[in-house]
């Protein structure tokens, strides 16, 4: 009978009105609009996803304000809305639902591009909109008619937006703002006092003002896309940016990580007698960890340890002004005491909120003994052939570089063939597993005992090993502290 009995046909022809070829035009235009500010919103959130080293949040807002406002472009298009099976209704109030929200992101974008009181200005704005959207969103939920709340909208918009050129004028007024107002938040305000022209039109076309001399249609999208090309500029430009820096502080932490690399030993002293076994594994590129030698014959040499508080270059400025420190005191390295003192001399006053602990040693072997003095540091572990357990030394005194007339005292400590004498910071022992253990001293000790016999190198890095499958530093955990072994090994000089 053909397709005038279809009943679907019937259907299909009576939700979808005929429309002349400048609506279908217009529509088609619109959509395509909301295609196009989807893509946009896509791609600020891939481009905040994938950025490796800096994630701008003005992406998040760019993304959230384009996917709201694309959304309202396509539920206020009968030929998108014709594709469903929904009352009218329900698009009335989705609609009605963005257009309270719609404002949220751009608020923030604007808070993120802003400082001073045009921050405060936009702080409060967001308060204010933020209300009035929760109030739009109830009293329609509650049904109150979404045309009278569209008049309210409409009122209210006008309002915030004459607040809002009134604070900007007001402010223009001020010397040198203009100078004190960033690029980008110009760039943005252009653009969107062009979008607000298309908004003002709208709303006034909404209200019946001047109704003849205003387009039929919609036209606030093409004010929007003006202000998305503006927004999308500051925010690609935002995130560049970061990424150039970034760039260029990841370079100077490589170079200050191979400058502190060439101020630790690049070998460690050769005695008949002594084996001596070091490894330094920081937390980051550069860290607040030192050790050195003073090598004063074949028979005899200083080692030192040392601690900075905090991580990163401040720890490893202080840190290189330790090693000028103890270059000095070669003439003293024979009194453990004497050196500490003196290279707290040289730290105090130097700065104010770090301070050093420290450990040093002298070893004579042609004497059989060995001068331990430390300040403020973990205790020294030995381990004796004549003992069955390991000892801790500790003799400490105060850290250095924070208090000028500090004193330190040393301990003589006999040694022989087989004794092996270990020196660590405490990112050794403080390390933590996933339940919040500390890899403990206890541990250390029990390692010290139980590998007395295996050569000082392998000592270290098993030790290590261990220290790094314990607290899952070797898997998924990032290490938390800087981490230095010293281990020096007695053996028999015939």
């Known amino acids: 009978m053909g397709d005038a009995w279809n009943p679907s046909a019937l259907l299909l022809a009576q939700a979808v009105p005929t429309l002349s070829r400048s609506e279908l035009r217009w529509q088609f235009a619109t959509i395509a609009a909301a295609v196009a500010i989807l893509t946009i919103a896509f791609a600020a959130i891939a481009l905040f996803c994938f950025g490796r080293r800096s994630r701008d949040l003005t992406l998040i807002s760019l993304s959230l304000l384009c996917t709201l406002y694309a959304i309202r472009l396509l539920v206020s298009s009968p030929s998108f809305r014709s594709l469903f099976d929904e009352p009218r209704v329900f698009w009335a109030y989705s609609d009605w639902v963005i257009t309270c929200t719609v404002v949220l992101p751009l608020i923030l974008f604007l808070y993120q591009v802003s400082y001073g009181q045009i921050r405060d200005f936009c702080r409060g704005l967001l308060a204010v909109e933020t209300a009035f959207a929760i109030f739009g969103i109830v009293a329609a939920a509650l049904g109150v008619s979404l045309a009278k709340l569209n008049v309210a909208n409409n009122i209210f918009l006008l309002a915030l937006l004459a607040g809002l050129a009134l604070f900007l004028v007001a402010n223009q007024l001020r010397p040198g703002l203009r100078e004190r107002l960033s690029r980008e938040f110009r760039i943005v305000a252009a653009g969107f006092l062009i979008w607000m022209l298309f908004v003002v039109m709208e709303n006034l076309r909404g209200l019946h003002i001047f109704a003849r001399i205003l387009p039929a249609h919609r036209v606030e999208f093409v004010g929007f896309l003006v202000f998305i090309g503006c927004l999308g500029y500051v925010a690609a430009y935002r995130t560049l940016a970061k990424e150039e820096r970034l760039v260029a502080i990841n370079k100077e932490l490589e170079i200050a990580r191979r400058i502190q690399s060439s101020t630790l030993p690049q070998s460690v002293p050769s005695l008949k007698g002594l084996e001596i076994a070091a490894h330094y594994v920081p937390m980051s590129a550069v860290a607040g ?180 499958r314990f607290s899952g530093y070797d898997s998924f955990r990032v290490q938390e502290d800087d981490i230095t072994l010293l281990v020096l090994d007695f053996q028999d000089c015939a």
């Open 289 to 468: 960890d030192f050790y050195d030698f003073l090598l004063v014959d074949e028979k005899r040499v200083g080692v030192m340890i040392a601690d900075v508080t905090g991580h990163g270059v401040p720890a490893a400025l202080i840190a290189s002004m330790l090693k000028v420190a103890f270059a000095s005191q070669r003439a003293n390295a024979h009194d453990p005491a004497f050196v500490l003192a003196g290279l707290n001399r040289a730290l105090c006053g130097k700065f104010e909120e770090h301070f050093v602990t420290a450990a040093y040693i002298f070893v004579d072997l042609e004497a059989g003994v060995m001068r331990y003095s430390a300040a403020a540091h973990p205790p020294m572990m030995l381990a004796s052939r004549t003992l069955s357990a390991v000892r801790e030394v500790e003799e400490n005194g105060l850290m250095l570089g924070m208090f000028p007339e500090a004193a330190y005292s040393s301990v003589e400590i006999r040694i022989g063939p087989g004794d092996r004498c270990l020196l660590y910071t405490d990112g050794i022992f403080e390390a933590k597993n996933a339940a919040q253990e500390e890899f403990g001293k206890s541990r250390c000790k029990e390692f010290l005992e139980t590998q007395r016999d295996i050569p000082a190198a392998r000592f270290v890095k098993t030790l290590l090993d261990k220290v790094a």
